[in-house]
């Protein structure tokens, strides 16, 4: 996988795109369509494919953000379980984004304060 590192971790990306795409709790969205518009925005490692980033995806759903709620091979739909919130975190200074049920720490994996 290279030594590129994303500007925004890979995990802040998903669930931005979460928010700004799918922050419904009834709507259904893919791990496709999320890695689809990483590759547009550009800041992911151009040698990974949809598997590189299938921990990620686990993460959201153990973490309580988000559920399973079918897979074919490497597609997986998912819904949330609550909407989700933008917040800044003083910490690192990104934007991150939590669902309402979370527990409110930073998602960056670098960081993990408190918001």
């Given at each position: 996988m290279g030594g590129f590192t994303p500007?925004?971790?890979?995990?802040?990306?998903i669930r931005k795109i979460i928010f700004e795409n799918h922050n419904v709790v009834d709507d259904k969205f893919t791990n496709d369509e999320?890695?689809?518009?990483?590759?547009?925005?550009?800041?992911?490692?151009?040698s990974w494919n949809i598997d590189d980033i299938?921990?990620?995806?686990?993460?959201i759903c153990d973490c309580g953000l988000a559920r399973n709620i079918a897979q074919n091979f490497t597609t997986i739909w998912l819904k949330l379980f609550d909407p989700i919130e933008k917040h800044h975190c003083t910490s690192c200074n990104l934007d991150v984004y939590v669902g309402a049920s979370e527990k409110q720490i930073c998602p960056n994996p670098s960081c993990k304060s408190t918001i």
């Open positions: 500007s925004i971790p890979i995990s802040i990306q999320i890695f689809e518009k990483i590759k547009q925005n550009g800041d992911l490692d151009p299938e921990s990620y995806f686990q993460d």
